[in-house]
Nanobody
Framework: QVQLVESGGGLVQAGGSLRVSCVAS????????MGWFRQAPGKEREFVAA????????YYADSVKGRFTISRDNAKATVYLQMNSLKPEDTAVYYC?????????????????????WGQGTQVTVSS
């Protein structure tokens, strides 16, 4: 089992920056990929970014490419999402997720059902 706990959400003005974190505990050695998703009220959960746990390869949604950066600290079992140039449409609950089985293509990380564990989410609100 892997437990995920997000933190760092909050209220920020448009154009500002925020960093959210996700700490993994439990069987962290079994993690292959960690991802960030977000869900706004009335909308489906949306892929944001993913990172491979060993090689650090990354994959981003087009909507955040160039503004958001995903990174990880294996020693701390933590994944970060640095969000710059925030827009009101970035407002959502941000969730981290972990996959604990091998994979062949990181592009499949955009699917929520590809992951095995989820955190409880952290609210990010961007005011205009």
């Amino acid at each position: 089992q892997v437990q995920l706990v997000e933190s760092g959400g909050g209220l920020v003005q448009a154009g500002g920056s925020l960093r959210v974190s996700c700490v993994a505990s439990g069987r962290t050695a079994s993690i292959y990929v960690m991802g960030w998703f977000r869900q706004a009220p009335g909308k489906e959960r949306e892929f944001v970014a993913a990172i491979s746990w060993s090689g650090g390869r990354t994959y981003y949604a087009d909507s955040v490419k160039g503004r958001f950066t995903i990174s990880r600290d294996n020693a701390k079992a933590t994944v970060y999402l640095q969000m710059n140039s925030l827009k009101p449409e970035d407002t959502a609950v941000y969730y981290c997720a972990a996959r604990n089985s091998p994979y062949s293509m990181l592009v499949r990380s955009i699917r929520p059902d590809w992951y095995d564990y989820w955190g409880q989410g952290t609210q990010v609100t961007v005011s205009s």
